[in-house]
């Protein structure tokens, strides 16, 4: 099984580099003057909760979980910068990848061309080709609605089927 680079950065960046900022982030808190019992409040919150339902936590308890809720505000922190910056480079104007475009829906639109208009799979390709020239012309770069090329392969297949010519 091959993992996508995207995948792999994004794994690494999660079980390896955001445990370690949430260490540093603790410590760079505690060294700076910032209250250990601020610092360590959510765990505070984990152990007191504990408490009142009658399970002694030991502290290891209230550290660890002081860790999970810094390593959560860090990820929730990357991950809305990487889908800021994502975005970014999709709005600025570039023209939008075709092979990616291609790839990404050429799959869903044969299937919905061969399987719901009964369209012979040669033909399927020329479909192919006429919904990304319309998902181009539209100007959106990058469709990520799946319901939205489902419904432009649709009127496709019916032109196709009542005789037009998608060329």
């Known amino acids: 099984?091959?993992?996508?680079?995207?995948?792999?950065?994004?794994?690494?960046?999660?079980?390896?580099?955001?445990?370690?900022?949430?260490?540093?982030?603790?410590?760079?808190?505690?060294?700076?003057?910032?209250?250990?019992?601020?610092?360590?409040?959510?765990g505070h919150f984990v152990r007191s909760g504990l408490a009142g339902l009658g399970i002694h936590a030991p502290k290891q308890v209230g550290v660890l979980s002081t860790f999970v809720f810094w390593w959560a505000i860090i990820v929730a922190v990357w991950l809305t910068l990487r889908r800021v910056v994502a975005r970014g480079h999709r709005t600025a104007g570039e023209p939008p990848d075709l092979e990616a475009l291609v790839a990404s829906h050429a799959q869903l639109i044969k299937l919905v061309a061969v399987k719901e208009f009964a369209i012979h799979t040669a033909d399927a390709d020329q479909i192919v080709q006429e919904v990304v020239l319309r998902i181009l012309s539209s100007g959106v770069a990058t469709p990520r609605a799946k319901s939205w090329v489902i419904a432009i392969t649709r009127n496709v297949c019916i032109e196709y089927r009542r005789g037009g010519d998608l060329t």
């Open 1 to 42: 099984m091959v993992i996508a680079a995207s995948t792999a950065r994004a794994l690494v960046g999660l079980l390896v580099l955001a445990p370690i900022l949430a260490a540093v982030l603790i410590t760079a808190l505690l060294v700076f003057g910032v209250e250990p019992h601020l610092v360590f409040l959510p």
